[in-house]
């Protein structure tokens, strides 16, 4: 009689292990896999979303407008700016034309009355045979002449005869031998003199320099 080992393992598979393995692989797929249901849950967007999406595009589409009415605000007034300036340059620039022209009328118009004397003097001279009455005549209206002038801001400057030459001042027109050693680089004749608007001079005084 043969003995059975109570160790030895059978080989006959067990039919409820067998049953419960092929069933566990089957529950572990539908515990992990999502149902139908769910997956539109997790898929279709809710009523909030929706909501919270659409209020996203109205703020966005609102700063989009406010940036195009400040951006042809901006346009508008660099557009009136750009206007408004080529006005301004071009009332400049015809101001600066007409001062140009018309900047001795009040001089010219000051003057006017001493060229009605000399022309009077001149007329008068063919009638008079008194020297003396020319000649004061003359300087009269000379004396006129140099008071309108000087109302206008021209100076004549002072005699530089014996001044040291003053390049700022004096045109030497030709160098002569010094009378004395002390007028040696000063001046020692006055050609023609020199005249100073407002302080600013307009015209040197032509000059003989002594070496």
Do not use: C, W
């Amino acid at each position: 009689m043969a003995l059975k080992n109570p160790f030895r393992r059978s080989t006959k598979p067990d039919s409820n292990m067998s049953q419960h393995a092929t069933d566990h692989p089957a529950s572990e797929q539908q515990h992990d896999a999502p149902s139908t249901e769910q997956q539109a849950d997790i898929d279709t967007p809710t009523a909030e979303e929706h909501s919270s999406d659409n209020g996203t595009v109205a703020t966005l589409q609102g700063e989009l407008d406010a940036l195009r009415t400040e951006h042809q605000a901006l346009h508008d007034k660099h557009v009136r700016l750009f206007a408004e300036f080529d006005n301004f340059r071009k009332r400049t620039a015809k101001e600066k034309l007409e001062l140009m022209q018309f900047a001795g009328e009040n001089t010219l118009n000051a003057v006017l009355p001493v060229l009605d004397d000399l022309d009077r003097a001149v007329a008068n001279n063919d009638r008079v045979n008194d020297i003396d009455a020319v000649k004061e005549g003359f300087k009269l209206i000379q004396q006129k002449l140099v008071h309108i002038l000087t109302s206008q801001g021209l100076k004549a400057m002072p005699d530089a005869k014996g001044e040291a030459f003053d390049t700022d001042r004096h045109e030497a027109i030709t160098k002569a031998p010094a009378p004395s050693d002390d007028l040696k680089g000063k001046v020692i004749d006055v050609v023609e003199n020199g005249y100073t608007l407002h302080d600013k001079v307009i015209r040197y005084a032509k000059v003989v320099v002594g070496e």
